[in-house]
């Protein structure tokens, strides 16, 4: 099992950057794929990065494509997103979550482990 804690959400306006952090604690981090997922109210969660457990390969939906690097540390524990040139659209609470396989899943339903989400809300 394995407990995430994000951080790093706040305002920001059109244009700006936001670094979101990730720490897990438990399970050893790198037996985990891990993803970004965000849900603004209203919409289903959607998939806004996946990294695989070496950290080697990476997904991004074409909403963030060249906006968005997903990145991890291993020996850290930690996940982190970095999200330049934000838009008022990329406003929703972000979510890290560990998935318990080998596969870099981009469905919600596939992850085992939540964190509690953080604010993003980015002013135009």
């Known amino acids: 099992q394995v407990q995430l804690v994000e951080s790093g959400g706040g305002l920001v306006q059109a244009g700006g950057s936001l670094r979101l952090s990730c720490a897990a604690s438990?399970?050893?981090?790198?037996?985990?794929?891990m993803g970004w997922f965000r849900q603004a109210p209203g919409k289903e969660r959607e998939c806004v990065a996946v990294?695989?457990?070496?950290?080697?390969?990476?997904y991004y939906p074409d909403s963030v494509k060249g906006r968005f690097t997903i990145s991890r540390d291993n020996a850290k524990n930690t996940l982190y997103l970095q999200m330049n040139s934000l838009k008022p659209e990329d406003t929703a609470v972000y979510y890290c979550?560990?998935?318990?396989?080998?596969?870099?899943?981009?469905?919600?339903?596939?992850?085992?482990?939540w964190g509690q989400g953080t604010q993003v809300t980015v002013s135009s």
């Open positions: 979550a560990a998935d318990n396989s080998y596969v870099t899943h981009t469905r919600p339903e596939d992850y085992d482990y």
């Open positions: 438990g399970r050893t981090f790198s037996t985990y794929v």
């Open positions: 990294i695989s457990r070496s950290g080697g390969y990476t």
